[in-house]
């Protein structure tokens, strides 16, 4: 008796075997394996022999199985590989990024992690820093390293070329340009600000949209309009340049001496 429950057992376990070894067999040919590949081949072997064993069976069917999973995690790999695109924000192009670049994280069967390479201007994180105005483009390189879920020895990479393209003058940079160039305007014969005698000249606009405004420290000398009145002994005053260009704005000092009637 207990001959023929060992033999019973042996017997499930052998058609338990089998069972996972056909499912195994059609998950593989689903997969794109082909019948003639070696770990099929052995599978069937092994359940058509007279007297197979289950053991056997399940160690060859485990191959099989690590066999579509390479199938499946190539595919997926190679699928996603062929799909996968940068996402560019509205009116950004890969020769013209102004802003960040959203980087997909995975997809159907893959991670994808990111590598910005020799590209000082993209994080890896899809992060874009523009070069400050007055510099130069950059162009670079970012890498997607897609890699199979199923099977992690399974991955490729995808390389994507970007230029990020320099900044646009911002409103206070405009404004200082506007204050490195402001200047007096004198009436002949002054020339200098240290020797004062007829009425200034004050620019009320400039270059990059500005708008100045001015304000002398005693309008009894200097008026905020640039008017000259001369009194007994010399006065040095102040005059301030408030220069608005958008939301930015400086200011520029002009130390003015009024020479003496």
Do not use: C, H, M
């Not at 009194?231 to 520029?252: H, S």
Request: hydrophobic fraction near 40%; aromatic fraction near 4%.
């Amino acid at each position: 008796t207990g001959l023929t429950v060992v033999n019973t057992v042996a017997q499930k376990e052998v058609a338990a075997a089998i069972v996972a070894a056909k499912a195994a067999q059609s998950e593989f040919i689903a997969a794109g394996g082909l019948t003639t590949a070696s770990e099929y081949q052995a599978v069937k072997s092994e359940i058509e022999k007279t007297t197979p064993v289950a053991s056997t069976i399940n160690a060859k069917t485990t191959d099989l199985i690590d066999k579509t999973k390479e199938l499946k995690g190539k595919k997926a790999v190679a699928d996603a590989k062929a799909a996968l695109e940068l996402g560019f924000a509205s009116g950004d192009t890969a020769v013209n990024v102004t802003k960040d670049i959203t980087l997909k994280s995975a997809d159907t069967g893959v991670t994808i992690t990111w590598s910005a390479v020799a590209n000082s201007a993209v994080s890896d994180a899809g992060v874009v820093t523009r070069p400050a105005f007055g510099g130069s483009d950059v162009t670079g390189t970012i890498v997607a390293t897609i890699t199979s879920t199923i099977d992690t020895n399974q991955n490729d990479s995808k390389s994507f070329t970007v230029t990020v393209k320099v900044a646009p003058q911002t409103d206070l940079e405009k404004a200082e340009v506007v204050k490195g160039t402001l200047a007096l305007g004198f009436t002949t014969p002054d020339t200098v600000a240290t020797d004062v005698t007829k009425n200034l000249t004050l620019a009320k606009t400039g270059a990059n949209d500005a708008t100045i405004t001015w304000e002398s420290s005693n309008t009894a000398v200097v008026a905020n309009d640039g008017k000259v009145t001369q009194a007994v002994g010399d006065i040095t005053i102040t005059l301030t340049a408030t220069i608005k260009v958008g939301d930015a704005t400086v200011t520029k000092l002009f130390v003015v001496t009024v020479k003496s009637l």
